[in-house]
C-alpha cells in the first residue's frame, strides 16, 4: 500500500473517533440538561413529561403539610398568578420557609402535582436566580392588568377594573 493512502486511512480513523468522542460528549450534556419552568408554565403544559425539570417560586403561606412519617413534605409553589403542589421526600434545607424563593427539580407525578428529587432554598434577600426574578415580574405584571373588583347586590353582579 502506498504511504498516500495509509496517511488518508489513518486521517479518516482519526476522524471517525473524534466525531465519536464528540457524540458521546453531546449524549451525556443532553441527558443532564434540565430546564426551569414556572407553575403557570407547567399548568400551560410547557414543561415536559417524563424528563426531570425545575420549577421555582415562591413558597406559598400556610401551604407545608408535614407527613407523620417525618421526611415526608408537600407544599404550594407559586409564581403569584398560579399555584402548584410539591411532593418531597427528604430533609429540606434550613432556609425553607413559607413565603420565601425556592428551586426543586424532579419530574410531574400526575395533575398539577410535582413530585420533587431535590429542593434547594434562596440563600439571600436579594438573590434570586434570573428566570425566577423574571417570571415573578411577569405574573405581577399580568395581576395588575387583570385585577378585577366584583361588587355583588341582590340583583346584579358588576366587575369593574
Not at 35 to 40: L, N, Y
Not at 87 to 107: C, H, M, S, T, W
Not at 114 to 129: G, R, S, T
Amino acid at each position: 500500500m502506498k504511504p498516500r493512502y495509509k496517511r488518508l486511512i489513518l486521517i479518516g480513523i482519526g476522524l471517525a473517533i473524534l466525531g465519536l468522542a464528540a457524540a458521546l460528549v453531546l449524549s451525556a450534556f443532553q441527558k443532564n440538561l434540565v430546564f426551569f419552568f414556572t407553575p403557570t408554565q407547567i399548568l400551560a403544559g410547557e414543561a415536559p413529561h417524563g424528563r426531570s425539570f425545575r420549577i421555582g417560586g415562591m413558597v406559598e403561606v400556610g401551604s407545608i403539610q408535614r407527613q407523620p412519617d417525618g421526611v415526608t413534605v408537600s407544599f404550594i409553589v407559586t409564581d403569584t398568578a398560579k399555584k402548584i403542589r410539591v411532593n418531597y421526600r427528604g430533609i429540606l434545607p434550613d432556609l425553607f420557609k413559607e413565603g420565601k424563593g425556592v428551586v426543586a427539580q424532579g419530574k410531574l407525578g400526575g395533575e398539577n402535582l410535582f413530585v420533587a428529587d431535590e429542593v434547594l432554598a434562596k440563600h439571600d434577600e436579594n438573590y434570586m436566580p434570573p428566570d425566577a426574578a423574571y417570571a415573578l415580574k411577569k405574573a405581577k405584571e399580568a395581576n395588575k392588568t387583570i385585577g378585577a373588583t366584583v361588587v355583588t347586590d341582590a340583583n346584579q353582579t358588576k366587575v369593574t377594573k
